[in-house]
Structure formats: C-alpha cells, structure tokens
Nanobody, 116 residues
Framework: QVQLVESGGGLVQAGGSLRLSCVASGIIFNEYIMGWYRQTPGLQRELVAE???????NYADAVKGRSTISRDNAKNTVLLQMNSLKPEDTAVYFC??????????WGQGTQVTVFS
C-alpha cells in the first residue's frame, strides 16, 4: 500500500518560513519524480516544485527563488523549504509521487496559512 505522509504545515506570518516534509512508503522511491503541489478553494491544483531522482528540480515561477525542494532517497523523503512566505502562498499543499506514464500517488495534504 502506497502512503505519502505530509507534515510541516501551519500558520505563519508573511515573510516567515516553513519546511514541509513528505515521507513515502510502499514505492521504490528513486523510481519516482517527487513533487509538491498546492490548491486553494475553487482553483485547480498547481505545481509548486518537483525533483527527479537525480536531484534535478523544477519550480513554479511563483515560488522560484523563495523555495527549495530536496529529496533523500535513502530516507524516502522529500522536503520543501519555503522562505519569504506571502499571503498568496496560503493553500493546502500536497505531496505527489509520479512515475511518468505509469502511475502517480498523492498525499492527504497539509494546510499552509500565511497571514499579513
């Protein structure tokens, strides 16, 4: 059974930082692209950042320069460090494990709320 368990969300003042963590089980971790997505009510889920097994990362323009995604293949963990947070970063953040063209899995989400 595949599980992606997110943690690290919370309430933070604008300009602050948060680190989100996702621990995966039930998959061969280094076969998957790991990503963070976010969703606000009424809007589509959107990519925040993703990282391939070799460490190559891709970021949404909205977070580029303020966020860093990293993975530890030995610990089946992907992290998202977010700095200089803005109220518009408020969303539910989801972890995703993707094997392109084959399958993908989602975590349950963790709420991030940024207040000014």
């Amino acid at each position: 059974q595949v599980q992606l368990v997110e943690s690290g969300g919370g309430l933070v003042q604008a300009g602050g930082s948060l680190r989100l963590s996702c621990v995966a089980s039930g998959i061969i971790f280094n076969e998957y692209i790991m990503g963070w997505y976010r969703q606000t009510p009424g809007l589509q889920r959107e990519l925040v950042a993703e990282v391939a097994s070799d460490g190559f990362a891709n970021y949404a323009d909205a977070v580029k320069g303020r966020s860093t995604i990293s993975r530890d293949n030995a610990k089946n963990t992907v992290l998202l460090q977010m700095n200089s947070l803005k109220p518009e970063d408020t969303a539910v953040y989801f972890c995703r494990a993707e094997k392109p063209g084959v399958e993908n899995h989602w975590g349950q989400g963790t709420q991030v709320t940024v207040f000014s």
